[in-house]
């Protein structure tokens, strides 16, 4: 049997800088998930992107920053990215579907049991689930409300659904002693233990890109919070998504985090 694996695509991987989806990028990861299906693996794909998305569809010049306008955008970006990962998947006969999660149902028994069993239904049936955070309903400026990033989304999934590994797919080869945006030298750490202080400093400030949230110090955070709960985590460059094949053949690519008991 498979593994079970938790996938996470970030908004810098999937558009451009003008928002629009990179189309041969997107085509070229739903063909290597496919063919990881057919390979026997469970797959669960977090996928961002509705923002920035709905801000290329509607050609804004650039992010809004009122939280309505973000949550429209969303609205707007998340029907587009659908389709197309529809559109995609379904030229390999592949069946996806699409799951919005809130912080609060993720935290809420009764609600998570149901998001567990509609995934494991899913999973059952070979069809994919896409994730994102609902972003229509939830609310930015209460602190606690929302996840804020899908990083740390993808890890409270991989945990909920006890998957076995979390991919993190990043617009970086993984996690450099420094900057490697600032420093020549920067040297890439291949695999990491234990996720302490020193681990954190090496992350380099803020978002990745102007379009995503999120950053080398939250998907810190969520390697940290799976392998806790003793799931292996990577983060690998998303450019090329045949790197999907490497890390799950245990090549060394990428950095890895071991699971705490493994
Ligand atoms: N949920 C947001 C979106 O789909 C992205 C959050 C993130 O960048 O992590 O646009």
Same mark, same amino acid.
């Given at each position: 049997?498979?593994?079970?694996?938790?996938?996470?695509?970030?908004?810098?991987?999937?558009?451009?800088?003008?928002?629009?989806?990179?189309?041969?990028?997107?085509?070229? +990861?739903?063909?290597?998930?496919?063919?990881?299906?057919?390979?026997?693996?469970?797959?669960? @794909?977090?996928?961002?992107?509705?923002?920035?998305?709905?801000?290329?569809?509607?050609? +804004?010049?650039?992010?809004?920053? *009122?939280?309505?306008? +973000?949550?429209?955008?969303?609205?707007?970006?998340?029907?587009?990215?659908? !389709?197309?990962?529809?559109?995609?998947?379904?030229?390999?006969?592949?069946?996806?579907?699409?799951?919005? @999660?809130?912080?609060?149902?993720? *935290?809420? &028994?009764?609600?998570?049991?149901?998001?567990?069993?509609?995934? =494991?239904?899913?999973?059952?049936?070979?069809? @994919?689930?896409?994730?994102?955070?609902?972003?229509?309903?939830?609310?930015? &400026?209460?602190?606690? &409300?929302?996840?804020?990033?899908?990083? #740390? @989304?993808?890890? #409270?999934?991989? =945990?909920?659904?006890?998957?076995?590994?979390?991919?993190?797919?990043?617009?970086?080869?993984?996690?450099?002693?420094?900057?490697?945006?600032?420093?020549?030298?920067?040297? +890439?750490?291949?695999?990491?233990?234990?996720?302490?202080?020193?681990?954190?400093?090496?992350?380099?400030?803020?978002?990745?890109?102007?379009?995503?949230?999120?950053?080398?110090?939250?998907?810190?955070?969520?390697?940290?919070?799976?392998?806790?709960?003793?799931?292996?985590?990577?983060?690998?460059?998303?450019?090329?998504? &045949?790197?999907?094949?490497?890390?799950?053949?245990?090549?060394?690519?990428?950095?890895? !985090?071991?699971?705490?008991?493994?």
């Amino acid at each position: 049997m498979g593994e079970k694996i938790v996938v996470k695509v970030g908004t810098s991987t999937l558009t451009y800088e003008n928002g629009r989806l990179n189309f041969r990028r997107m085509e070229n +990861l739903c063909k290597v998930l496919c063919d990881l299906q057919n390979r026997g693996n469970k797959l669960l @794909l977090v996928s961002s992107g509705a923002i920035a998305v709905g801000m290329g569809k509607l050609a +804004l010049p650039e992010r809004p920053v *009122e939280t309505k306008q +973000l949550q429209a955008l969303a609205a707007v970006g998340q029907c587009e990215l659908m !389709f197309m990962y529809d559109k995609f998947f379904g030229e390999y006969n592949h069946t996806v579907a699409q799951i919005l @999660l809130t912080k609060h149902v993720v *935290e809420t &028994e009764p609600k998570q049991n149901n998001v567990i069993n509609t995934v =494991e239904t899913l999973l059952n049936m070979n069809i @994919l689930p896409i994730v994102n955070e609902n972003d229509t309903v939830a609310i930015d &400026e209460m602190p606690g &409300e929302n996840f804020g990033d899908n990083d #740390m @989304l993808s890890a #409270m999934v991989a =945990e909920m659904i006890h998957a076995d590994r979390l991919i993190i797919l990043s617009d970086i080869d993984g996690l450099y002693d420094k900057n490697p945006r600032q420093y020549s030298d920067a040297r +890439l750490i291949t695999n990491i233990s234990r996720i302490d202080e020193s681990v954190f400093k090496m992350a380099a400030d803020g978002a990745g890109s102007k379009r995503g949230t999120g950053g080398m110090k939250t998907k810190l955070s969520a390697a940290q919070y799976v392998t806790q709960s003793g799931i292996t985590c990577s983060i690998i460059n998303g450019k090329r998504p &045949e790197n999907l094949y490497d890390i799950i053949d245990n090549k060394c690519i990428g950095t890895t !985090f071991t699971a705490s008991g493994k």
